[in-house]
C-alpha cells in the first residue's frame, strides 16, 4: 500500500525548479507511487519465470543468487512505496562514490533525500542502479543483463518494420535522382520516431510500432523541427569529420540509429561514427555494447537479404573502424550534462572532436536541459545551462515533461487540447544548438 498521498503538495511542477514526486500533479509522481514498482514488479515476475532457463547457463548456483536478488528488488520496491531515504549504495564499483556524494548534497539542501522528495532523475537513477547492486553481489549472476528478455522481446515485436525499413534501405541507395537534403530529413525523422519503443516508458510493453515508418503522417505532431540547420551542419566537411551518436534504446530505435549512421557514411557526410552506450542495463530498454552485436548477428541470421547486407557492411564497418563503440559510466549516473565538464572531462573533450552530435530520446533530453521545468519557449542554448562540446541535435519523443525551445503558445494550445500531452510519445522534438564551449 502506498502512502503517497502524504508525501507530495497537490500542485504541478512550478516553473524552472527541478522535476519530483514532491509535486503531485506531475509525471514524475506518478512515476515513482505506479510506474517504477511496477518495473520492479516485472522485473521480479520475469526472474521467476525464467530462473531455469538463467540457471541453465550460469550454472546452479544461480537459483540462490536470483532468491536474494529478488529479496533486494522487493525491498527495494517497499522502501519507494513508503517513500524511505535513500539508503548509501555499498558497491565498491567506481560510479558509487558519484551516488552517495549526490545523496549527501540533496540531504544536505533538503533536510532528507527520500523518493518522493529529491530530484526524479536522482529516484530514477538510483532505482536502476541499486538493481544493478544488488546482482553485483551475486557469485554467479554479476554481468547478467536482467533487462535481456525484455530487449530482445522489443526487438522481435518490431521485426515487420525492421524488414520494411531494411528493404527502404537499400532501395535509397539505388536512387539517382533524389534531393540529397530532403533524403537526409526523412532518415532523420524515421529516425526521431523511432524513439516511441521505449519499454521504461511502456512499462515493458512491446506493440508493434504501427506507422513510425510513414513519417510524413506525424508531420503535424512534430513540434520543433531545425532539421535544416542540422543538415547545414552534417553537410559540411570538417577537419576531424566524425559524427557521435549517444544511444537510447535497443530494439527497433537502435536498427534505426544504425540505418542513420549507414545513410551518414555512404552519403560521405563523415568518415566516422561514434556510438556511445551504457555500461550496465538502464532504463529497460538502454542499449549496450552487446545489444548492437545482437542485434547485428540477429539481422545477419534472417532470411530477408536486405538485412543480411546490412549487418554484413555494419560488421565491416566496426571492424575498420568506421564505426565505434564507446562506453562510459557516465551515462548512468544521477547528474545533468552541466556537470560532464567536471566528473568527466576526458568525455567531453571526446564529444567535443565531432563535428555534430546526435543525443537520443527522452533521458538523454533530460540530461541535457538539467531535469528543469522549463517555461517551453526558453531557448535550446539557455535551457542547455553551459552544456556545449559541440554542436548537437536532441532528437527526442516527448514522454516527460519537460520541454524548451518551443514557439510562443505551442504548449499552451496543447495543453487545452490534452493536459498530459508532454507523457504520451506522441509528439516529436528535432532541436538544434551550434554554440560549442570547448575546455583544455
Avoid at 519557449?377 to 554542436?391: C, I, R, W, Y
Wanted: glycine share 4%.
Amino acid at each position: 500500500m502506498c502512502e503517497c498521498q502524504d508525501m507530495s503538495m497537490d500542485v504541478k511542477t512550478p516553473r524552472n525548479v527541478y522535476l519530483s514526486a514532491f509535486y503531485k500533479r506531475s509525471f514524475a509522481f506518478y512515476t515513482v507511487k505506479s510506474r517504477l514498482p511496477i518495473i520492479l514488479t516485472q522485473l521480479i515476475d520475469t526472474l521467476v519465470r525464467n530462473k531455469e532457463q538463467i540457471a541453465a547457463i550460469y550454472g546452479e548456483i544461480a537459483h540462490d543468487d536470483l532468491k536474494k536478488v529478488i529479496g533486494e528488488i522487493s525491498k527495494l520496491k517497499y522502501e519507494i512505496q513508503t517513500n524511505k531515504p535513500l539508503p548509501y549504495l555499498t558497491s565498491t564499483d567506481p560510479d558509487i562514490h558519484f551516488f552517495n556524494e549526490h545523496i549527501t548534497k540533496q540531504a544536505s539542501e533538503e533536510g532528507h533525500t527520500t523518493y518522493f522528495n529529491t530530484i526524479w532523475l536522482l529516484t530514477e537513477c538510483y532505482m536502476y542502479r541499486r538493481i544493478k547492486q544488488s546482482f553485483s553481489f551475486t557469485e554467479s549472476l554479476k554481468d547478467y543483463d536482467y533487462f535481456g528478455f525484455s530487449k530482445r522481446d522489443s526487438y522481435e515485436s518490431a521485426l515487420a518494420l525492421i524488414v520494411q525499413l531494411g528493404n527502404h534501405m537499400l532501395e535509397v541507395e539505388q536512387q539517382n535522382n533524389t534531393d540529397p537534403e530532403e533524403s537526409f530529413k526523412s532518415m532523420l525523422k524515421l529516425n526521431l520516431w523511432g524513439n516511441k519503443c521505449d519499454l521504461s516508458i511502456s512499462l515493458g510493453k512491446t506493440d508493434n510500432p504501427g506507422n513510425l515508418f510513414d513519417t510524413h503522417l506525424l508531420d503535424p505532431c512534430l513540434l520543433s523541427d531545425q532539421s535544416q540547420d542540422i543538415w547545414e551542419v552534417i553537410s559540411k566537411g570538417t577537419d576531424t569529420d566524425i559524427v557521435d551518436i549517444v544511444f537510447d534504446n535497443a530494439g527497433y530505435e537502435l536498427f534505426t540509429d544504425l540505418c542513420l549512421a549507414d545513410y551518414i557514411v555512404r552519403k560521405n557526410l563523415a568518415k566516422k561514427i561514434r556510438f556511445y552506450v551504457k555500461t550496465i542495463p538502464w532504463f529497460i530498454s538502454d542499449a549496450m555494447e552487446h545489444d548492437v552485436y545482437w542485434t547485428l548477428d540477429k539481422l545477419k541470421q534472417h532470411s530477408n537479404e536486405s538485412l543480411q547486407v546490412l549487418a554484413t557492411r555494419w560488421y565491416d564497418y566496426l571492424t575498420n573502424g568506421q564505426w565505434e563503440i564507446v562506453s562510459s559510466s557516465f551515462w548512468t549516473l544521477p547528474y545533468e550534462f552541466k556537470f560532464m565538464k567536471d566528473f568527466e572531462p576526458q568525455l567531453y573533450k571526446k564529444l567535443s572532436e565531432a563535428k555534430l552530435i546526435f543525443f537520443k530520446g527522452d533521458l538523454n533530453y533530460r540530461k541535457l536541459f538539467g531535469e528543469i521545468n522549463w517555461d517551453p519557449v526558453t531557448s535550446v542554448d539557455e535551457a542547455l545551462q553551459g552544456f556545449h562540446p559541440s554542436k548537437l541535435c536532441a532528437l527526442r519523443t516527448i514522454k516527460a515533461d519537460i520541454v524548451a525551445g518551443l514557439k510562443e503558445g505551442i504548449a499552451e494550445e496543447l495543453d487545452k487540447k490534452d493536459p498530459k500531452w508532454m507523457e504520451t510519445g506522441e509528439y516529436g522534438l528535432i532541436q538544434f544548438s551550434e554554440k560549442i564551449v570547448k575546455i583544455q
